[in-house]
C-alpha cells in the first residue's frame, strides 16, 4: 500500500508559477512509477505528467510540455511538479498517483491516488 499527500496548490495569477509536492508513505517509493493527473471542472480527469521508477523517464501531455516539470527525490518520498507559465485553463484539481508498472496515460491504469489539491489560475 501507498498513501499519497498532495500539497503546494493555491491561486495565482497568469503567467505564475507553483510547484506541487507528492508525498508517499512507505519504504519502497523507489519502485513505483509517480503521475500526475488533474480535473477541471466539468471535465474527466486527464493525464499530465509521469516520472518511471526505474530509469527516471518522463512523459508529459502535450498541453504542458515545455511548461511543466517532474520530479522525484527517492530519499525524500517525494515526487514534484514545478508548472511554469500557467494558463487559466490549467485550473484543476491535481493528483497524484502511483503505481509498479512503467507508465500509463490511462488514469484507470494507476493503483494509488491522492485526495487532490486544488489550482486556480486567475487571468
Known amino acids: 500500500q501507498v498513501q499519497l499527500v498532495e500539497s503546494g496548490g493555491g491561486l495565482v495569477q497568469a503567467g505564475g508559477s507553483l510547484r506541487l509536492s507528492c508525498a508517499a508513505s512507505?519504504?519502497?517509493?523507489?519502485?513505483?512509477?509517480m503521475g500526475w493527473f488533474r480535473r477541471a471542472p466539468g471535465k474527466e480527469r486527464e493525464f499530465v505528467a509521469a516520472?518511471?521508477?526505474?530509469?527516471?523517464?518522463?512523459y508529459y501531455a502535450d498541453s504542458v510540455k515545455g511548461r511543466f516539470t517532474i520530479a522525484r527525490d527517492n530519499a525524500k518520498n517525494t515526487v514534484y511538479l514545478q508548472m511554469n507559465r500557467l494558463k487559466p485553463e490549467d485550473t484543476a484539481v491535481y493528483y497524484c498517483?502511483?503505481?509498479?508498472?512503467?507508465?500509463?496515460?490511462?488514469?484507470?491504469?494507476?493503483?494509488?491516488w491522492g485526495q487532490g489539491t486544488q489550482v486556480t489560475v486567475s487571468s
Open positions: 498517483a502511483a503505481d509498479r508498472s512503467m507508465f500509463h496515460r490511462a488514469a484507470t491504469s494507476w493503483s494509488f
Open positions: 512507505g519504504r519502497t517509493f523507489s519502485s513505483y512509477s
Open positions: 516520472i518511471t521508477w526505474n530509469n527516471g523517464d518522463t
